[in-house]
């Protein structure tokens, strides 16, 4: 079988693996690749593959791509030059390598932190998207205006983030994070921040990072409950 390329980066992860129990029992047992790809939190519904438009023959980066099962979706159903599947997780990384390394050299897997992989690779990318991966975890002060000087003029930002806090808390009117829960690999307690703002924060930070037609759509869930949420589908262009 081939394997997924792993392309290192100086920029690694030291910090302890957050990510570590996320998704091990699905690739347990869910181990093919999704048959479709949705932005909402409930991954039931929704717009799908068409907001990225026509990426054949493009260079597509996920980013915060977890086990890759949305980069996975995009290189068997459609055609693109290559995907990046970019996360900062060891454990996240070993998944997505062991879930999908037939699918190389077209889906390479790039373990490392998404802010600074952009930085190091300007230009590079025609579409760059994110499924409440990186721009929630992500200083958007960094990660957004990285995102632009990676993408090539004209280029693509799509991405999920939550509307509101899980529980209906609303969303923060400043660029400011939540700690919320998390566990190490060992199983401690832990933190990390998430970023959930305002559609107007949104659009003025993705402003001041040199992105023009900017688009920030409210997706409703199709079913109520206490755990659902609003999604923000925010689609942005490099400035040509």
Do not use: N
Not at 60 to 69: I, N
């Amino acid at each position: 079988m081939t394997r997924v390329t792993t392309t290192p980066s100086r920029t690694q992860a030291v910090a302890p693996d957050l990510w570590h129990h996320y998704g091990r029992a699905r690739a347990d047992t869910e181990r093919t690749v999704p048959g479709a790809f949705h932005w909402v939190w409930a991954q039931d519904g929704g717009p799908g593959v068409e907001v990225l438009g026509d990426f054949t023959g493009l260079v597509v980066a996920d980013l915060g791509a977890g086990a890759a099962r949305h980069a996975a979706h995009l290189v068997t159903h459609y055609a693109p030059a290559r995907v990046d599947a970019v996360d900062a997780s060891p454990a996240q990384h070993a998944m997505a390598c062991d879930l999908y390394g037939h699918l190389a050299p077209h889906l390479r897997t790039v373990r490392a932190d998404a802010t600074a992989h952009l930085e190091e690779h300007p230009d590079e990318y025609d579409v760059l998207y994110s499924v409440f991966g990186s721009l929630d975890f992500a200083d958007p002060r960094r990660l957004l205006p990285a995102a632009a000087r990676a993408l090539r003029p004209g280029g693509l930002l799509a991405a999920s983030t939550l509307g509101h806090y899980l529980g209906g808390a609303p969303a923060e009117p400043d660029v400011q994070h939540a700690d919320v829960p998390a566990r190490t690999t060992d199983g401690a307690p832990a933190t990390m921040h998430r970023w959930v703002l305002q559609e107007t924060v949104w659009t003025k930070l993705l402003d001041e990072s040199g992105f023009t037609k900017i688009s920030v759509d409210r997706l409703p869930p199709a079913v109520p409950g206490a755990r659902a949420a609003d999604t923000l589908l925010v689609c942005a262009y490099r400035q040509p």
